[in-house]
């Protein structure tokens, strides 16, 4: 993406994350979300629009919604899981 709308997110976290889930979807393990914290991932998983990491398909559902209803300005990920640090 070139638009600075995907930079809030801390990029070094989500490089952890997507190793450890590749790693879980290889060795069959089973990872939450990272937006909802629910283990609703699926092989039909959506792209986040905030920033470049899977999300399940009712969050990528919910993010579609969020930029229906505020044309496209909701870019805080600070409410998802990962980065809520309420684990
Ligand atoms: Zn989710």
Redesign the pocket.
């Given at each position: 993406m070139t638009d600075n709308r995907t930079i809030k997110a801390p990029e070094g976290m989500l490089a952890v994350w997507r190793d450890m889930y590749e790693w879980a979807r290889k060795n069959g393990g089973d990872m939450p979300?990272p937006?909802?914290g629910?283990r609703?991932m699926t092989d039909h998983n959506a792209i986040s629009r905030r920033v470049s990491v899977e999300?399940?398909p009712?969050?990528g559902a919910e993010e579609a919604f969020e930029d229906f209803a505020t044309g496209g300005c909701m870019d805080d990920v600070s409410h998802w899981w990962l980065f809520s640090g309420a684990r």
């Open positions: 979300c937006r909802c629910r609703t999300i399940c009712t969050c």
